[in-house]
C-alpha cells in the first residue's frame, strides 16, 4: 500500500537581542546560527536516500520559516540538478503558521515592556489550553487538515513543511495521545529538528512517526 511521509521541519534559532516573544510578528530572520542549523537539516535529508526524493517543500509565511524552508530547498536542489530533475519551489500555506498570542511584542525578562507587567500575568491561568492565545487544539486540527489534503495530493511521495514549535508538536501530540494538550516546557521539538509521519495514502492513518535532531551540534 503506497505511503506518503512529511517532514515537519521546525524553524532555525532566530535572531533576538532583545528578548522579545516574537510569535506572528514579521522581520524575525534566522541568525547566523540559525542559518547553520537550516542547513544542517537540508543536508540531513539531501543526504539520505530514503529523503532526497523529496518532492515539494511547503513552509509558514513567516520570515525565519521561509529562510529554513529555502536552506532545505538550496541542498535538495543540487541534488535535483545532479539528476538532471527540475528544481522545487517553496510554496506557503497559512495553516502551517505559529500560534496567535496575547503576549506577541512583550519581552522575555524584566523593564519596560516586560512580559509580567501591566497584568500581563492574569492572561495565564491554564498552561494546558493555553489561555493566552489560540488552543492546541484548534493549532493541531489546522496542521491535521493541511496534513491530509497533503497525503491526498502527493500519495507514495515525500515532502517537507518548515514551521514553528507549538504547531508541530500540538499535532504530534493529538496523533501519539488522542488530545493536544500538553506541558508547553517539555515539547521534544529542538530548534532544526525534523518530525517525519508517515500516513497510509488509502487510510489516511498515520503509519510511523520519527524524530531527528540534525543540527544538535551546530555553534
Request: proline share 3%.
Given at each position: 500500500m503506497p505511503a506518503t511521509t512529511i517532514h515537519f521541519v521546525r524553524h532555525g534559532k532566530v535572531y533576538n537581542p532583545d528578548h522579545l516573544l516574537y510569535e506572528r510578528l514579521p522581520g524575525f530572520h534566522l541568525s547566523d546560527r540559525g542559518m547553520r542549523m537550516a542547513q544542517?537539516?537540508?543536508?540531513?535529508?539531501?543526504?539520505?536516500?530514503?529523503?532526497?526524493?523529496?518532492?515539494?517543500?511547503?513552509?509558514?509565511?513567516?520570515?525565519?520559516?521561509?529562510?529554513?524552508?529555502g536552506a532545505i530547498l538550496d541542498a535538495l536542489n543540487a541534488v535535483r540538478a545532479d539528476r538532471g530533475e527540475t528544481p522545487?519551489?517553496?510554496?506557503?500555506?497559512?495553516?502551517?503558521?505559529?500560534?496567535?498570542?496575547?503576549?506577541?511584542?512583550?519581552?522575555?525578562?524584566?523593564?519596560?515592556?516586560?512580559?509580567?507587567?501591566?497584568?500581563?500575568?492574569k492572561l495565564v491561568r491554564n498552561l494546558w489550553t493555553p489561555s493566552w492565545g489560540e488552543s492546541y487544539r484548534h493549532i493541531a486540527e489546522r496542521m491535521g487538515a493541511f496534513a491530509q489534503e497533503k497525503v491526498g495530493e502527493h500519495p507514495g511521495e515525500q515532502i517537507v513543511v518548515v514551521s514553528h514549535e507549538s504547531p508541530i508538536w500540538s499535532y504530534r501530540h493529538l496523533l501519539e495521545t488522542g488530545h493536544p494538550e500538553h506541558w508547553m516546557f517539555m515539547r521534544h521539538t529542538a530548534l532544526a529538528s525534523v518530525t517525519s509521519i508517515?500516513?497510509?495514502?488509502?487510510?489516511?492513518?498515520?503509519?510511523?512517526?520519527?524524530?531527528?535532531?540534525?543540527?544538535?551540534?551546530?555553534?
Open positions: 544542517a537539516a537540508g543536508r540531513y535529508l539531501a543526504s539520505n536516500p530514503q529523503t532526497n526524493t523529496i518532492s515539494a517543500v511547503y513552509s509558514s509565511p513567516l520570515e525565519r520559516t521561509r529562510e529554513t524552508a522545487l519551489e517553496l510554496v506557503t500555506d497559512e495553516r502551517v503558521i505559529e500560534a496567535a498570542n496575547e503576549f506577541r511584542g512583550k519581552r522575555i525578562g524584566h523593564g519596560e515592556g516586560a512580559l509580567w507587567k501591566n497584568g500581563n500575568w508517515t500516513y497510509d495514502c488509502a487510510t489516511r492513518n498515520v503509519m510511523s512517526i520519527t524524530y531527528v535532531d540534525p543540527a544538535a551540534d551546530v555553534e
